[in-house]
């Protein structure tokens, strides 16, 4: 299925007193977007951390406590997701989770589910100052392509979307779009990572998703603000918008942003493109550097 709808979300940030209250919002959330025919659902980075909610002030509030109480909730956090994919029939990018690994480290991980259940993850490669030196959540090492029934997948979490060469190998192994859960607090954070993404959209000829948390949660240690408008990026060139932002969401809006994509459109461009970015990349490192 080269074209479909997908629907990137402007994810805001609940509290919860119960697992049900958290259920009956993504089901929601899910339903929503099914009802309007999208395919692929995209949600935030660190969405998830909603759930800390769920154990109280003495958790919330401690960034490192936070972490660990939450992997007790993570398998019923993937159950649910696969169960509502399999019921509404769509690949749903779950919101990424602290996961913790065998040595004790924690990774940033965004999971993809379709109808079959768990198809694939990709763990943040990049971390933020803040995720470094106060957070203590580590780096993964490995970029990878997700193979699905809509083509082949990349997924850049929030930051690593600065970064072109993660991008233009998940795009050499076939991937022709790519999702980016973003969480950021502040205006520049979310431009930083807008403007990234529009720069791996430019680079490669390839389409971007960009999904981000939004609004106030006092009550959090770890994502008290959230900054950003949910936006799909493109190519720019024909038969693409002239500012390469195909849709985008309104301000301080909870709700889905959708768009129709066609992935056959990304071949066309690379081969009949006022220019070839992405054909020429390779070139660059042709060159010679300046004399000092």
Known sequence: MSAFK???AQYDIGFFNRWEEFADK????????????AKLLVFPEYGSMELASLFGAEVYR???RQLHEMQSILPKFHDLHMELAKRHDVMILASSFPTIQDNGSF????NLFDPSGLIGFQDKLTMTRFENEQWHISAGDQIKVIDTDLGRVGVHICYDSEFPMIANQQVAAGADLLLVPSCTDTEAGFHRVRIGCQARALENQCYVVQSPTIGHAPWSEAVDINTGRASVYTPVDYGFPDNGILVQGENDQAGWVYADVDLSEIARIRDEGQVFNYRDWPKQFELKGPQG
């Not at 993504?26 to 025919?37: E, H, R, T, Y």
């Open 62 to 64: 401690d960034l490192s």
């Open 107 to 110: 990774l940033n991980r965004a």
């Open 6 to 8: 997908l629907a990137a």
């Open 26 to 37: 993504l089901d929601s959330w899910v339903a929503m977007a099914a009802q309007q025919d």
